[in-house]
């Protein structure tokens, strides 16, 4: 590894702290080296709040030495006013004469405005420093501005011999395949996403909430498709502990924290959600089930990832889990006696 990816690894490993919280930012790390030596490092933590090349510099105890620091950073700095002053900016005003950038900016806004502002200053810029690993770091944000919609995770836990559910579930609604451990950690994820989405049948059968609740952090809104409107308004997941879109083909309506979205249901649904989803700005998706709602995001092809919890138990027969024909397996690991497989979609 050169001195270059290095640091430039030292700015992911940064910029991961901002997971979840960053929304509708994409997530930043950033180093400020003088003399082979890191002497300032920063990430962006919120939306709204300082970007990451601000904090680095911030962090610099001896302003002097930035007249001959380079700076690295993840993502091309800014260069446009939002809620923040454009990073690239401070960077010239600082007379920090040598910029390594990751990845370019998808950002209509930015695309490589920043790196232009910088060279016509007379920075000397250097791009594309572990790129590929700098867009998988951001490859909500990526999938959002290239694609026009969001990352979409498809998720569902199964039994050891293949299926969702068994044949008869009265005996206990939801049936729980999985350990706490597979439950906290399907709870991280989803802290990490903007938004949860599930079927009529899914919230008819389990009543779920959707919510985060064994990992500290923001639930994600709660995407429900319920074409008719069948699903009693008793049910958790329109209580307040989330806002909720109610996917439909009825009305077109708000009240409080629960929006009513009429879509095409004829059409091709998966689309018609990822529509309604970049409407609304959200980067991220998790797909939770049923099968059938699982099913259609692997028909149309729209999904990027997808995380499979195996559990001990087997049921002989019921609802069979879905298949992954696309799918190339990622990564497996075990979670005290449950096996999670992530995929991703081969087209990637």
Known sequence: MTPDERYMSRCIQLAQNGLGTTYP???????IVHNDKIIGEGWHQQAGKPHAEVNAIASVQDVSMLKDATIYVS?????????????SDLIIEKGIKKVVIGAVDPNPKVAGAGIRKLTEAGCEVVSGVLEQECSELNKRFFTFHSEKRPYIILKWAQSADGFLAPAQRSEQKPVWITNAHSKQLAHKMRANEQAILVGTQTVLDDNPSLTTRSWKGESPIRVILDRSLRIPRESKVFNKDAPTLILNDQTQSQEGHLHFEKVDFSENLASEVCRVLYEHQLQS?????????????????????????KGAIRFEKGITAPSLVSGAMQSERNV??????IYKNNRL
């Open 25 to 31: 930012n994409p997530m930043v790390g950033s180093v």
């Open 75 to 87: 993502l091309e700095p800014c260069s446009h006013f939002g809620k923040t002053p454009p990073c």
């Open 285 to 309: 998706l998790i797909v939770e089930g049923g099968a059938q709602t699982l099913q259609t995001f692997i028909d149309s092809n729209l999904w990027d990832e997808a995380w499979v919890f």
């Open 336 to 341: 005290k006696g449950d096996i999670l497989t």
